[in-house]
């Protein structure tokens, strides 16, 4: 399956993507640096300029994109745009042997609704949605949790090296639940960094020098990494949306019941989306979530 259906090739392989947004945009814009050939569909044009100005076409309409392209990547915000764009309006066009990324955080149950129909036409579907952030997407170093078929998910590594390394976690449906699991670990990891930052303000300490000095013990994490330095400079630009955090930590709280699985009972995953859940609340659901620790310094009386 590895020359599926042909090997994939900078001038030979024509990829489709829609969803341009902080990830997407960084995204795609690494694709047209390795020289592939990128049509993007975005409702409004006018925000993709820079991506022309790199040689990216564009597409009238999702119908248009499936039919110019081979590999199609959509990295959008909430299930029901996948349930939108994908299922109801991209699979009734592709083309036979096209595949179907789809990086979106989305629905479990939804990835597999897309693998079946996207088989139907004699095409595949790849549920991969990324970790990693905006400096991961523009740095290529995303972690890509690839659910599907193995053998083309390792057809697929070409374009996946360029933007991060791909794990192949199983069958379709999978890397949606690998991502959930991810986002409980990471909300968890930016909740114990919000308290041991306002704690080591209360408590006096430079927190800078705290977090120079725990970071290479057990305390140290790429949350710590990627997020210390951003929420001690009230950097709460986005990464990823605060508003996605509370989506993702949903599903995970919801799953279960949804696939009529046993219940994973996840007190601290309930307690985190209550507290990304205030953030929203109060307004500030577009800022990145390591804005968390302003809901910790808010119940502190700061």
Known sequence: MTS???PINPTRT???WIGTGVMGGAMASRLLSAGYSVTIYARNP???????????????????????????????????????????????????????????????????????????KNCWAVDAPVSGGDIGAREGKLAILAGGNEDV???????????????????PGKGQSCKIANQIVVGANLMGLSEGLVFAEKAGLDKRK???AVKGGAAG?????????RMIGRDFRPGGF???????????????????????????AALNKQLFSAMVANGDGKLGTQGLITVIERINGK
């Open 4 to 6: 599926y259906p042909a």
């Open 14 to 16: 024509r990829i489709g």
């Open 46 to 120: 006018s925000k993709v300029v820079h991506l022309q100005s790199q040689g990216a076409l564009i597409a009238d309409s999702p119908a248009d994109l499936a039919g110019n392209s081979d590999v199609i990547f959509t990295m959008l915000g909430h299930p029901s745009d996948v349930r939108q764009i994908v299922l109801e309006s991209l699979i009734s066009s592709l083309n036979p042997n096209s595949v179907i990324i789809d990086h979106t955080s989305s629905h479990p149950v939804l990835a597999k609704q897309i693998f079946d129909a996207a088989r139907e």
């Open 153 to 171: 998910v390792k057809w697929l590594n070409p374009l996946f090296d360029v933007l991060g390394k791909a794990t192949f976690v199983g069958g």
């Open 210 to 212: 705290f977090v120079e």
């Open 221 to 229: 994490s790429m949350v710590m990494e990627l997020f210390g330095e």
């Open 242 to 268: 605060t508003e996605y955090m509370v989506k993702d930590l949903g599903m995970g709280l919801d799953v279960g019941a949804e696939q009529g699985d046993d219940v994973v009972v996840l007190p601290g």
